[in-house]
Every structure is written in C-alpha cells, then in structure tokens.
C-alpha cells in the first residue's frame, strides 16, 4: 500500500484542485465539513473505498456516507421522496444525512453500502467541501477521518496524528463550526432518527409534520454508531461528574473550575463545537481519566451525550 508522506494541502483553489485529482486517482483526502473531518474517497471506486477501510481500520460491516455538491447529482443514486426533498429543502446543504433506497443502477460501490440496498446520502455546507465535491464531480464516500473506535477530528491536526501517512492528503482548513457528525435519518419505510447530531429531531419533526421513531441501541446494525464504545480517548471516561477525583483531567461545562470547559456560558452549540477537540487535548494530556460535567439532555445535548457515552463504554 502508498505510504508516501502525506501531503497538507492550502485551503485554496489550487488545494482543492489537487485534492479533486487525489480523489480521480483513486486516493484517499481528508477534508473538511461543516460537522468533522471527513476521509474521502471516490464512492465509485471499489479499491478506493477499500483503503477507507483499511487507513481506519473499520470493521467492514460499517456502511460510509455518500456526498455530493447538490441535490440533483444525489438524486441518480437513491429513489427520492416528499419527505426527503422537504429535508433537503430546510437542511441542505448541511449537517443532515439521509438513508434511502438506493437505485438499482447506481454505480455506488457495494463497499460504501456494505451490501446494504440503502444509501445514506448528505450535501455538506462547508465550502472547503463543496469546492472538493465540485471539482471531482461525483459522489465522494467519507467516513470521519479518524482510526475507528477513536476521536472524530475537528482540526486538520487531528487527522495527521491520528491517520498519518495512512492517507495521500490532508487540507488544512480550520476547525470544524459544528464539531460532532451529522444527524441520520432513515426514511426507507417510517421516519426514524439512526443517529442524533447537528440537527435536532424536535427540527426534523417540525420539518416533516410527523412523529420521528428513534432507533433503540439493541436493534440491528443495518445501522449506525452501532459499536458500544466509540469515540473513544486513551483514557477512560466518567460521566455526569458532579465534583472531581484527584488525578482526573476535568471537562468541565458550565460555571466550573475545570481543565477544559466545554461552555461556560452552558451553550450547547458551543460544547458540540468543543467537544472532539477537548477530548482531543486532554487525552493528550497522558492521564488515567477524564471527567466530564452532566450534560443538559435537550436540544443539541442529546447528540453530545450520545458521543460522550460511546467515549465512555465499556472497552472490548
Ligand atoms: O458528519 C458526518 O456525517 C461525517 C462527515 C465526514 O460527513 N461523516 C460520518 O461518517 O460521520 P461515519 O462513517 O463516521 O458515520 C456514518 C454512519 C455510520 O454509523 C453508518 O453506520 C451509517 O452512517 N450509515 C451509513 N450508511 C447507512 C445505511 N445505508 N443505513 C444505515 N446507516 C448507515
Ligand atoms: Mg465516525
């Protein structure tokens, strides 16, 4: 396998233009998006999609997110509906993915889809992204750009410590606004929530005019996130920590004294946007375990209760 350097490339029309290339070729750019770092490579491409796999060492099972640079381009691969085309019209470009039947025509590698007759789908608003999606002019396969059961990166930084030369490029373009991964909805039969994230089901309901069923941890893997512990640092993690242990590194979130604070203004937008990149610092910390304040569970709080409690999962 390629493990020449990495290249780091500018967030500039000529990065964008050598990423898009990387990508024709059949190799592996990291880019950013609106939510994280995504690992992006031609969704098209059996063996491109493969080195995802193996640059992150996923379990294979896992199904990857296919992007696009708009709506019409999504629309030859998956059977569109009301329903998705009111998402699309209050969310996209942005930080909402959608599961649909994918058309049988479609040239989407079965890797993307790990034999899945499903297709998640979303179009990033990040304009870093937009210029990659563009540029190459076809769907992009991009999982976050992370080794598996790790930290999602919200900073080119992260992806090089934690990908390396595992990747052929990196653009270096700032931190991620939202910090935590999209929203998943399945709109195969009923409306129901794979995965909470950028967008809230409270928004999506009010969206769609419809009850949202929430997909229960125990149900099978046709879906996400699904591995109990994920997200993980080095360290163990303990939640809802209401005072500190010695020795503990401290996320703090509100009117604390903490190492990190995730908010302390308690704005939820403002903790998702910290969240990877906190866990990021302080695991590089070198300690035992990190503390974490409890979490407000409404609004974007479920989506960050749902990363912290995969981060602190039992390990196997
Ligand atoms: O914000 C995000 O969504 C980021 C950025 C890079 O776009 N991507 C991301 O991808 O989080 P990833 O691969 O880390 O998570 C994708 C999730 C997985 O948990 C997977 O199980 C689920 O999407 N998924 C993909 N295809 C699916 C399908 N056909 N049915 C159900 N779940 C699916
Ligand atoms: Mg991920």
Request: aromatic share 4%; with cysteine; hydrophobic share 45%.
């Amino acid at each position: 396998m390629n493990r020449s350097p990495m290249e780091i490339l500018p967030d500039t029309a000529e990065g964008h233009a050598r990423a898009a290339q990387l990508l024709r070729g059949g190799g592996l750019v990291a880019f950013p998006t609106e939510t994280v770092y995504g690992l992006g490579a031609d969704a098209c491409n059996d063996r491109a999609v493969a080195r995802i796999f193996d640059a992150k060492g996923r379990p294979s099972f896992n199904p990857l997110i296919a992007h696009f640079a708009e709506r019409d381009a999504v629309k030859r691969h998956v059977i569109w509906s009301d329903e998705a085309e009111a998402l699309a019209n209050a969310y996209w470009p942005g930080p909402l993915t959608m599961v649909l039947r994918k058309r049988a025509d479609s040239p989407i590698s079965k890797l993307v889809t790990a034999g899945l007759d499903t297709l998640a789908v979303r179009v990033p608003a990040h304009p870093t992204a937009k210029a990659v999606l563009a540029g190459f002019g076809g769907p992009v396969a991009a999982p976050s750009a992370n080794r598996s059961g790790q930290i999602s990166p919200t900073r080119a930084s992260h992806v090089t410590s934690g990908l390396g030369d595992r990747v052929d490029a990196v653009i270096n373009a700032g931190v991620c606004a939202v910090g935590i991964e999209s929203t998943i909805i399945g709109l195969v039969e009923h409306p129901i929530l794979l995965r909470p994230g950028g967008v809230t089901k409270d928004q999506l309901m009010q969206t769609l005019g419809a009850a949202i069923a929430v997909r229960k941890n125990a149900e099978a893997i046709s879906a996400p996130g699904q591995l109990g512990s994920h997200y993980a640092p080095n360290a163990a993690v303990r939640l809802n920590a209401t005072e500190w242990r010695a020795g503990e590194l401290r996320l703090g979130f509100g009117d604390v004294a903490c190492d990190l604070n995730l908010s302390e203004d308690e704005d939820l937008v403002e903790a998702a946007a910290h969240l990877f990149d906190h866990l990021h610092r302080l695991d590089a910390r070198g300690g035992t375990v990190i503390a974490v304040s409890p979490i407000p569970h409404h609004g974007l709080g479920v989506a960050i209760n749902d990363r912290l409690t995969r981060a602190a999962a039992p390990r196997d």
